[in-house]
């Protein structure tokens, strides 16, 4: 991978965030342990737009296959500070019109003025307060990573803040005091850890995630993908396999997930996309769901 590639232009043909690495090869975990019969490491990065765009499969990959399937989420550091110039963005504000596009393409709401009006400086303290979230608990920490993103991608907030950080923290029901410490101490070499085992495995952009079965056998599965990869992915590793069937409801999927878009409650409530947003708008309409609204797309939330 050249070096000068830059790993902001989220390419939407491919659905990749690429970061420059060596010509290393992807390894294979040691001594891996599996819970269930299959282990997704799921290498992704608070900022990263193609990550917020498989939102939709990873949750329906939940649902359907949460008793076969363990995800260990880790960091990948995608922008490590503004430090360089390459393929037409060396600024923040030349981020802004390349987030506002792939927002269409992978139709969730992506606001880009985030980077003219509160820029991030880097990708590193948010991916570090995820691991300080981690260390306390490990789902309330993938809730975490979702309020973040929500605050980035449709709050237009820097969640290098530590103010911004603190508030998801609390919403989640973390301990914000001792947060703050592992955040400033041990998430620290956490990050670090998840940023070798990325150069060890041989990632080379986000999302990557790789699906591993008990004798450390794996499927890769790189970039945006349709829901019908993630799922092929996890045949391959585990033919026996179990497809479960899940209440598609409006109330039951928000009770799942409290925020959902329109493009994820259409996947998740195996509903057109046309459909599953004017049910949502219904229910809005009635009061029985708050609409944030964004100049791309919408976010509803229970009230």
Same mark, same amino acid.
């Given at each position: 991978?050249?070096?000068?590639?830059?790993?902001?232009?989220?390419?939407?043909?491919?659905?990749?965030? +690429?970061?420059?690495?060596?010509?290393?090869? @992807?390894?294979?975990?040691?001594?891996?342990?599996?819970?269930?019969?299959?282990?997704?490491?799921?290498?992704?990065?608070?900022?990263?737009?193609?990550?917020?765009?498989?939102?939709?499969?990873?949750?329906?990959?939940?649902?359907?296959?949460?008793?076969?399937?363990?995800?260990?989420?880790?960091?990948?550091?995608? *922008?490590?500070?503004? =430090?360089?110039?390459?393929?037409?963005?060396?600024?923040?504000?030349?981020?802004?019109?390349?987030?506002?596009?792939?927002?269409?393409?992978?139709?969730?709401?992506?606001?880009?003025?985030?980077?003219?009006?509160?820029? *991030?400086?880097?990708?590193?303290?948010?991916?570090?307060?995820?691991?300080? @979230?981690?260390?306390?608990?490990?789902?309330?920490?993938?809730?975490?990573?979702?309020?973040?993103?929500?605050?980035?991608? *449709? +709050?237009?907030?820097?969640?290098?803040?530590? +103010?911004?950080?603190?508030? @998801? @923290?609390?919403?989640?029901?973390?301990?914000?005091?001792?947060?703050?410490?592992?955040?400033?101490?041990?998430?620290?070499?956490?990050?670090?850890?998840?940023?070798?085992?990325?150069?060890?495995?041989?990632?080379?952009?986000?999302?990557?995630?790789?699906?591993?079965?008990?004798?450390?056998?794996?499927?890769?599965?790189?970039?945006?993908?349709?829901?019908?990869?993630?799922?092929?992915?996890?045949?391959?590793?585990?033919?026996?396999?179990?497809?479960?069937?899940? +209440?598609?409801?409006?109330?039951?999927?928000?009770?799942?997930?409290?925020?959902?878009?329109?493009?994820?409650?259409?996947?998740? =409530?195996?509903?057109?996309?046309?459909?599953?947003?004017?049910?949502?708008?219904?229910?809005?309409?009635?009061?029985? *769901?708050?609409?944030?609204?964004?100049?791309?797309?919408?976010?509803?939330?229970?009230?």
């Amino acid at each position: 991978m050249a070096q000068n590639n830059n790993p902001l232009l989220c390419d939407p043909a491919t659905g990749i965030c +690429e970061i420059a690495t060596t010509n290393q090869s @992807a390894s294979k975990l040691q001594n891996n342990t599996l819970e269930k019969p299959v282990k997704i490491i799921y290498f992704t990065d608070p900022i990263c737009s193609s990550c917020w765009g498989i939102e939709p499969q990873l949750r329906k990959l939940k649902l359907e296959y949460g008793t076969e399937i363990e995800i260990e989420y880790r960091m990948g550091g995608l *922008l490590p500070d503004w =430090s360089y110039n390459s393929g037409g963005i060396s600024k923040p504000s030349d981020l802004a019109h390349h987030w506002n596009e792939v927002s269409l393409y992978y139709d969730m709401p992506i606001d880009g003025d985030v980077w003219l009006e509160n820029p *991030l400086h880097s990708s590193y303290p948010p991916s570090i307060a995820f691991k300080a @979230a981690q260390i306390q608990n490990k789902e309330k920490a993938i809730h975490f990573l979702r309020k973040i993103r929500e605050m980035v991608f *449709l +709050e237009k907030k820097n969640i290098c803040n530590w +103010e911004h950080l603190a508030q @998801a @923290a609390s919403e989640c029901g973390l301990d914000v005091q001792q947060m703050k410490i592992d955040y400033e101490n041990k998430a620290i070499e956490d990050f670090k850890q998840d940023l070798a085992l990325g150069r060890q495995m041989g990632v080379r952009g986000f999302p990557t995630l790789f699906f591993l079965d008990d004798s450390q056998n794996q499927q890769i599965l790189y970039g945006f993908k349709p829901y019908a990869a993630f799922e092929e992915m996890i045949i391959k590793v585990f033919p026996k396999a179990l497809k479960k069937n899940y +209440e598609t409801s409006w109330n039951s999927l928000f009770n799942k997930y409290p925020s959902l878009t329109a493009k994820e409650f259409s996947e998740l =409530s195996n509903l057109s996309r046309k459909e599953g947003e004017q049910i949502l708008n219904d229910l809005s309409q009635k009061g029985t *769901l708050i609409k944030c609204q964004t100049k791309n797309g919408a976010l509803w939330k229970l009230k």
